[in-house]
């Protein structure tokens, strides 16, 4: 985006730190990883990654960024502001964030008195200075500013002149954005607009430049100020620039989406939430359903039209990489968004899908599915084919063949959105250009639990028997559970006929149950990610016994990362 785009929004993802506070979901280093490269190529201006130095996970993650650095987003640090009564720059956590190398940083800083008082157990005044030396020290060392409100719409309420000193003490000391926080969730719609539009009247902001005129903030940390995006300077305490507006709800009333549409609505013009809406609590503004709200509905521009295109890809992808199930009934992204089922309802949209869609569905990336009809996802299937170099045609049976198998295998708890090495293993079976490369004649896995010194730990061995052009192989190895004993096995009973799979090994392995109804019987779907070091592939296996299903996926991972190898060696050799 630039100033000259209309009716820019800043989309603001916090997904890899706020998102991350909710209950059940852990992510590790190369889960934050995928995510963030996901939301870089959807188009999302602004990630926060974590807050450095409040765990190592968060450390390692900036870190690893630095050297593959995202291609389009600024990744973004966060942090409070310095602890009362020590200066910023003796606070050890802000050399941390310093440390993080990011150009950008979010602070957080006390609106609500209550907290100040109740929660910091410091002075009101004490805060502001706060405040005042954290953004000033951080603008000092080349970083530049956005500043969160925590709790602002209750402080705003309970003390409005304190709470706007807060706001004044940060526009001043060079913040160049202010996001309004509900961090409890509790205010409602028509409160949001009135807070906003006092705010803007009372610290004499110009709405009509929240989107469009004044300074741009330039996705390109390397882009010397070129009046687009002056450097934020202070006069007699003032800005030179107004900051510019965001806001940042929680949904703990259902709200959360209509408050930041309210705020957008007002003058606001930097949106932070959450992919699915994830968040400690009940969640944080879901980014799925403000993303083509603002831009479809309202008419403000937050990313290229194909991105957007690819936010149902994007959703379902980060649900399985957090291994939480995708919530079939959510708006836009949903599997179910723009299914029709009723008889009425499917005669009138074969004849003008705008009686029961409010919005296209590829413009977002989903699709309309008739539930009666074996004609759906076809289209999806020649898309996909090609994206793999499949050249398929509708009236190929191979097609239909892959279409088929596809619904069979879903309807069987197979999901291939974050399984597309599984999914293009499927479609060359059905081409007939599947090798394989070995036959399994059975595998027995055997788990001891010992008692260690201090803790229980469990040992595995598993015995494996396979068939490699023609030649019995019997081999046995332990692992520190039953799959890893498993992949062990399997590789060293390959490894002297494929000597690349030597450099293969699983970098993640998830669980998914069911049909929890079902109890310990229950059927699992099991998702491993597999690498060479160079490459990434998930393959996924559905059994209900969970062996079977970690043995399936590990052997998928194996199989197509032969594939690759295969793929790389001939275009050496047509090149050469």
């Given at each position: 985006?630039?100033?000259?785009?209309?009716?820019?929004?800043?989309?603001?993802?916090?997904?890899?730190?706020?998102?991350?506070?909710?209950?059940?979901?852990?992510?590790?280093?190369?889960?934050?990883?995928?995510?963030?490269?996901?939301?870089?190529?959807?188009?999302?201006?602004?990630?926060?990654?974590?807050?450095?130095?409040?765990?190592?996970?968060?450390?390692?993650?900036?870190?690893?960024?630095?050297?593959?650095?995202?291609?389009?987003?600024?990744?973004?640090?966060?942090?409070?502001?310095?602890?009362?009564?020590?200066?910023?720059?003796?606070?050890?956590?802000?050399?941390?964030?310093?440390?993080?190398?990011?150009?950008?940083?979010?602070?957080?800083?006390?609106?609500?008195?209550?907290?100040?008082?109740?929660?910091?157990?410091?002075?009101?005044?004490?805060?502001?200075?706060?405040?005042?030396?954290?953004?000033?020290?951080?603008?000092?060392?080349?970083?530049?500013?956005?500043?969160?409100?925590?709790?602002?719409?209750?402080?705003?309420?309970?003390?409005?002149?304190?709470?706007?000193?807060?706001?004044?003490?940060?526009?001043?000391?060079?913040?160049?954005?202010?996001?309004?926080?509900?961090?409890?969730?509790?205010?409602?719609?028509?409160?949001?607009?009135?807070?906003?539009?006092?705010?803007?009247?009372?610290?004499?902001?110009?709405?009509?430049?929240?989107?469009?005129?004044?300074?741009?903030?330039?996705?390109?940390?390397?882009?010397?100020?070129d009046g687009l995006n002056p450097p934020l300077q202070t006069r007699h305490g003032a800005s030179l620039h107004s900051p510019r507006l965001g806001i940042h709800t929680h949904n703990d009333s259902d709200t959360a989406v209509a408050n930041a549409l309210?705020?957008?609505?007002?003058?606001?013009?930097?949106?932070?939430?959450?992919?699915?809406?994830?968040?400690?609590?009940?969640?944080?503004?879901?980014?799925?359903?403000?993303?083509?709200?603002?831009?479809?509905?309202?008419?403000?521009?937050?990313?290229?039209?194909?991105?957007?295109?690819?936010?149902?890809?994007?959703?379902?992808?980060?649900?399985?990489?957090?291994?939480?199930?995708?919530?079939?009934?959510?708006?836009?992204?949903?599997?179910?968004?723009?299914?029709?089922?009723?008889?009425?309802?499917?005669?009138?949209?074969?004849?003008?899908?705008?009686?029961?869609?409010?919005?296209?569905?590829?413009?977002?990336?989903?699709?309309?599915?008739?539930?009666?009809?074996?004609?759906?996802?076809?289209?999806?299937?020649?898309?996909?084919?090609?994206?793999?170099?499949?050249?398929?045609?509708?009236?190929?049976?191979?097609?239909?063949?892959?279409?088929?198998?596809?619904?069979?295998?879903?309807?069987?708890?197979?999901?291939?959105?974050?399984?597309?090495?599984?999914?293009d293993l499927l479609m060359r079976d059905a081409l007939g250009q599947k090798q394989q490369h070995f036959e399994l004649k059975g595998f027995q896995v055997h788990s001891d639990m010992l008692q260690g010194i201090d803790t229980p730990y469990s040992n595995?061995?598993?015995?494996?028997?396979?068939?490699?052009?023609?030649?019995?192989?019997?081999?046995?190895?332990?692992?520190?559970?039953?799959?890893?004993?498993?992949?062990?096995?399997?590789?060293?009973?390959?490894?002297?006929?494929?000597?690349?799979?030597?450099?293969?090994?699983?970098?993640?392995?998830?669980?998914?149950?069911?049909?929890?109804?079902?109890?310990?019987?229950?059927?699992?779907?099991?998702?491993?990610?597999?690498?060479?070091?160079?490459?990434?592939?998930?393959?996924?296996?559905?059994?209900?016994?969970?062996?079977?299903?970690?043995?399936?996926?590990?052997?998928?991972?194996?199989?197509?990362?032969?594939?690759?190898?295969?793929?790389?060696?001939?275009?050496?050799?047509?090149?050469?």
């Open positions: 985006m630039t100033a000259q785009t209309p009716n820019p929004i800043w989309i603001y993802d916090t997904t890899l730190r706020d998102g991350s506070q909710r209950e059940g979901l852990s992510l590790s280093i190369e889960d934050k990883l995928r995510i963030a490269r996901q939301l870089d190529q959807l188009g999302i201006p602004f990630i926060e990654g974590g807050w450095p130095g409040a765990n190592p996970k968060d450390v390692q993650f900036f870190w690893r960024l630095k050297e593959e650095p995202l291609t389009q987003a600024e990744i973004v640090a966060f942090c409070s502001t310095r602890r009362p009564h020590k200066t910023a720059a003796e606070d050890p956590m802000l050399q941390a964030i310093l440390a993080a190398g990011t150009h950008w940083v979010t602070i957080f800083g006390k609106s609500w008195d209550l907290h100040v008082t109740e929660g910091l157990g410091t002075t009101l005044d004490e805060n502001l200075e706060m405040i005042r030396d954290t953004i000033e020290y951080l603008r000092s060392q080349g970083r530049r500013v956005i500043y969160d409100a925590e709790h602002w719409f209750d402080g705003y309420k309970n003390n409005p002149d304190y709470a706007l000193k807060t706001l004044k003490t940060a526009m001043d000391a060079g913040a160049e954005w202010l996001v309004f926080c509900d961090t409890n969730g509790g205010t409602l719609p028509h409160e949001i607009g009135q807070i906003v539009r006092d705010v803007i009247e009372r610290l004499e902001l110009n709405p009509e430049n929240q989107g469009r005129a004044g300074f741009e903030p330039t996705l390109s940390p390397t882009t010397e100020p309210m705020s957008v609505v007002e003058g606001v013009c930097m949106v932070q939430g959450t992919m699915n809406g994830y968040g400690e609590r009940c969640g944080n503004a879901n980014l799925c359903s403000l993303i083509p709200n603002l831009q479809l509905k309202l008419g403000y521009h937050c990313m290229q039209e194909e991105q957007l295109a690819t936010l149902t890809q994007v959703s379902r992808s980060i649900s399985e990489i957090v291994n939480l199930a995708p919530d079939d009934h959510a708006a836009f992204v949903g599997r179910s968004a723009f299914a029709h089922k009723g008889g009425i309802h499917v005669s009138a949209v074969e004849r003008n899908p705008l009686t029961y869609e409010h919005i296209p569905p590829q413009q977002v990336g989903n699709q309309r599915r008739i539930v009666i009809s074996d004609q759906s996802g076809l289209s999806n299937v020649l898309a996909k084919a090609k994206s793999f170099g499949h050249e398929l045609h509708k009236q190929d049976a191979a097609c239909r063949q892959i279409l088929g198998r596809l619904k069979e295998l879903e309807n069987e708890g197979y999901q291939f959105e974050a399984a597309e090495a599984s999914f595995a061995m598993a015995t494996i028997k396979v068939t490699v052009n023609g030649e019995d192989i019997l081999e046995v190895a332990e692992g520190n559970g039953p799959v890893s004993a498993l992949d062990a096995a399997l590789r060293k009973a390959l490894v002297r006929f494929y000597p690349e799979i030597g450099t293969f090994y699983l970098t993640d392995y998830k669980v998914r149950i069911l049909d929890g109804a079902a109890g310990t019987s229950a059927k699992t779907r099991v998702l491993v990610e597999s690498s060479n070091g160079k490459q990434r592939w998930t393959t996924v296996g559905v059994s209900a016994n969970i062996l079977e299903a970690s043995y399936q996926a590990v052997v998928e991972g194996i199989e197509y990362g032969l594939l690759l190898q295969s793929a790389v060696k001939t275009a050496v050799e047509q090149n050469v």
